[in-house]
């Protein structure tokens, strides 16, 4: 049944929430951007969230939610369950607030983001790994609550959270020297996009609100759509920050009213913006991160001549996750391809294939094969980076000629995951 819904923050509550982290959260700095400025024809600035301590914006809805609760409240001890920035700005609430707290993660999660969460919290937090997803956690997490009658920090759908999250809209209208024409934000569970949504439509109503989700988790733009909120059976979680289910019931509720447009991003949209940052501005984003920048594409004629905000929301990236997200961009820019070849069992064939057949800038990059002795041809999977990708149908016409083309993998998904 959907959870009908009449809360918008008010902005009396949203400034109550900005005196509150006052010393506690980082007025971070809204700064142009030259290169995407030039690239789309308008300004573009970066609302720098990543320069948080916790490298996130979690740190404003986590540390309002936990200020208000009650003495026995308190007392009892706060729960959370996530696998990242959400737990990262509930563990340093819990020190600042001296809140005894337990944090619910995922056995998988990285040793760097518990370590990270540890250091936060420190002596005020427990971590405990339990199941292999994030629902597995949560639903650890909420029995905890009901037998020790604590409270659930909830990462988004939840009143004080999104008065938290919508403190950001705030510094975004103070620090503009001139009127805002877009706001592009990322959406996971709707947290940031509702609160924030809700103080531009009443401090600067004339600004595009633009929602912004990764293509494989289309969580708010299918509930919009279908007018209700709306549980995917299956998402991509790549995008680990903006990668849910279900979107909150009260943030759909104001995302439905308050947001121009929501839009999807492919994944590998999405690597191609984190690798560009990295080399072009040394700026580290994660994932949900590079959403709202990644957007900008699908705008670039209605954002011409226009003042954009891009909202930076975190830069908690994983380093081991950096040959994947290379290896996501090049095949979203159709660089980098996957072929079964079929090679001549005889000497010589493997020289053949690359002198005859590569170009002169193509690479291997991936090569697997057998050789079986009691047949006329081995195949081999083979991976192949292209400087261009107008190369790769004259590259399939000369393995066809030459007797090497096999099959094409980039589009068989049940056999490409097990590259890739």
């Known amino acids: 049944m959907e959870v009908k819904t009449t809360y918008f923050p008010t902005l009396k509550a949203v400034e109550d929430a900005a005196l509150k982290l006052k010393a506690v959260a980082s007025v971070t700095p809204l700064l142009e951007n030259l290169q995407y400025s030039k690239k789309f024809n308008s300004k573009i600035l970066f609302k720098r969230e990543d320069l948080q301590q916790v490298r996130s914006y979690k740190i404003r809805g986590a540390y309002n939610k936990m200020s208000s609760l009650s003495a026995t409240e308190i007392e009892n001890g706060i729960v959370c369950a996530s696998a990242g920035n959400h737990a990262q700005g509930v563990a340093l609430s819990c020190k600042l607030l001296k809140i005894k707290g337990t944090i619910y993660m995922p056995s998988p999660t990285p040793k760097q983001k518990v370590e990270q969460v540890k250091m936060f919290g420190e002596e005020y937090i427990e971590i405990v790994l339990q199941g292999d997803t994030y629902d597995d956690s949560y639903h650890a997490a909420m029995l905890e609550c009901q037998r020790l009658n604590k409270t659930f920090i909830h990462p988004f759908n939840d009143e004080k959270v999104i008065e938290g999250q919508a403190t950001l809209?705030?510094?975004?209208?103070?620090?503009?020297?001139?009127?805002?024409?877009?706001?592009?934000?990322?959406?996971?569970?709707?947290?940031?996009?509702?609160?924030?949504?809700?103080?531009?439509?009443?401090?600067?109503?004339?600004?595009?609100?633009?929602?912004?989700?990764?293509?494989g988790a289309p969580s708010m733009?299918?509930?919009?759509?279908?007018?209700?909120?709306?549980?995917?059976?299956?998402?991509?979680?790549?995008?680990?920050?903006?990668?849910?289910?279900?979107?909150?019931?009260?943030?759909?509720?104001?995302?439905?009213?308050?947001?121009?447009?929501?839009?999807?991003?492919?994944?590998?949209?999405?690597?191609?913006?984190?690798?560009?940052?990295?080399?072009?501005?040394?700026?580290?984003?994660?994932?949900?991160?590079?959403?709202?920048?990644?957007?900008?594409?699908q705008y670039a004629e209605e954002i011409k001549g226009k003042n954009v905000v891009c909202v930076v929301s975190g830069s908690n990236n994983d380093i081991t996750r950096t040959a994947e997200i290379k290896e996501r961009a090049l095949l979203y820019a159709n660089l980098k391809h996957y072929f079964i070849i079929k090679f001549p069992q005889r000497a010589g064939a493997l020289r053949e294939f690359v002198v005859d057949i590569l170009g002169p800038t193509d690479d291997i990059t991936h090569f697997e094969y057998t050789k079986k002795t009691n047949r006329e041809n081995g195949a081999a999977v083979v991976g192949l980076e292209l400087k261009s990708a107008l190369d790769l149908e004259p590259l399939i016409a000369k393995m066809k000629l030459h007797n090497f083309y096999g099959d094409y993998l980039n589009d068989k998904p049940d056999l490409f995951q097990f590259l890739v």
């Open 221 to 297: 733009t299918t509930s919009i759509r279908n007018n209700k909120n709306t549980e995917l059976k299956y998402i991509e979680k790549f995008v680990d920050g903006a990668a849910v289910q279900r979107v909150g019931d009260l943030n759909f509720a104001i995302c439905k009213q308050n947001l121009d447009d929501m839009i999807t991003v492919p994944e590998g949209k999405v690597c191609e913006t984190i690798l560009e940052l990295y080399n072009k501005d040394a700026i580290v984003v994660e994932p949900a991160g590079a959403l709202s920048i990644s957007a900008l594409d």
């Open 169 to 215: 809209a705030l510094e975004i209208l103070n620090q503009a020297t001139e009127p805002i024409d877009y706001v592009f934000v990322a959406v996971g569970g709707g947290g940031l996009s509702s609160g924030l949504s809700t103080v531009f439509k009443q401090l600067s109503p004339k600004t595009k609100i633009i929602g912004v989700e990764p293509e």
